[in-house]
């Protein structure tokens, strides 16, 4: 179905659109060599997609966050990895931004000025092996030293890993999906991190942290995934619309076993995008706790929806889906990486249910609210 876009939202759409349209072609590859997509990142800095969240007066090109997922969703249309890898970047960049706009840290303005001018890509990770919640209570250290802070602590989940510079990472990404993303994890040991290079420090994330920079980046990951159920919709349509079988004097898209299945994904994709596109659009003028509650229901249906779109293209193609000619099976293994995000869809329900009924989320945690 076509979509409607302000000129602004069109403009990054458009961008998206051009790599996807690049990428597509060495998407197979990728997956096939477990290889980090290098090619398609120069061609995301060259563009200047990567610097698309960086306000315009430090150097970026300003995107909202509505405009960003709705070209994320166009770029994963191309290549899924690439776009879930690079929104690890946008995800850790906006917290940089946040930071900004909130205390104006000249130090965080020179950080967010010096990767525009230099295209350079952030990340790393905050997952940990067997913790629930690094977030809130992480088990990786920090300690005072002399000019800085040694870290000490493992890291899983460090998407884009190979883009990264100063840490070292496991050769250990050899997963079912998103093997592009290069998402190894690593283990810090006595890491010195000089004190310039703190952008912020806190005794510990409070529940408002949380709110407001966590919820944000996951968020965002609904976007790549419901990129990657339209482009599964969109195969069956150009691959069923005149394909033959005997008996049959009409094409199998004549078939409502076929036609169907087509209909209930546009069906998934459209709420899917409906609430993603709300959520994103009522960041800024709704209350923070308003807010990341429905974000976090926003991108549950987000994934859920795309993963029920590849489970029905599948379906509606046949066995042929089945064969890795066909990029459908790609779509298939990828998609399932939606579903682990933290929060997962049984933790987002959780949250919402919790949360209704003003009951604490753990039985430490008394201040929910």
Known sequence: M????????????????????????????????????????????????????????????GATMLQRIKAQETLAEGCGATALAINMHFNALG???????RFKNPQVEEKLRQIAKGRLICGGSASEPDNAVPVMRPRTTAQRA?????????????????ALA???????????????????????????????????????????????????????????YIGIAVAARNFVVDFM?????????????????????????????????????KSAAELEVDEPVNWAYKSAAARMIAIENSARVVDLALRAVGGQSYFKRLPLERYYRDIRAGLFHPPDSDETLELLGRSAFGIALTEEDTTWA
């Open 2 to 61: 076509n979509q409607l876009h302000t000129k602004d939202e069109q403009h990054f759409v458009d961008m998206a659109a051009q790599l996807a349209g690049e990428f597509v072609s060495r998407a197979a590859r990728y997956d096939e060599e477990e290889a980090f997509p290098h090619e398609n990142y120069a061609s995301l800095r060259e563009s200047g997609y990567t610097i698309m969240g960086i306000p315009k007066e430090l150097g970026g090109l």
């Open 95 to 101: 917290l940089l931004v946040d930071l900004w706009h």
């Open 146 to 162: 002399n000019g800085g802070w040694v870290v000490n602590g493992r890291k899983i989940f460090g998407t884009q890993s190979i």
């Open 166 to 224: 100063g840490l070292t990472f496991k050769d250990d990404w050899h997963t079912m999906g998103m093997r592009a993303t290069a998402s190894r994890s690593t283990e810090m040991k006595d890491v010195f991190v000089p004190e310039s290079a703190v952008m912020l420090q806190r005794a510990a994330f409070t529940r408002g942290g949380i709110t407001d920079l966590f919820l944000r980046a996951t968020f965002t990951i609904g976007a790549p």
């Open 241 to 277: 619309r005149e394909r033959p079988r005997y008996p049959l004097k009409r094409p199998m898209s004549h078939l409502p076993s076929v036609f169907n299945k087509v209909g209930e994904m546009d069906m998934l994709i459209e709420g899917a995008r409906a609430v993603m596109w």
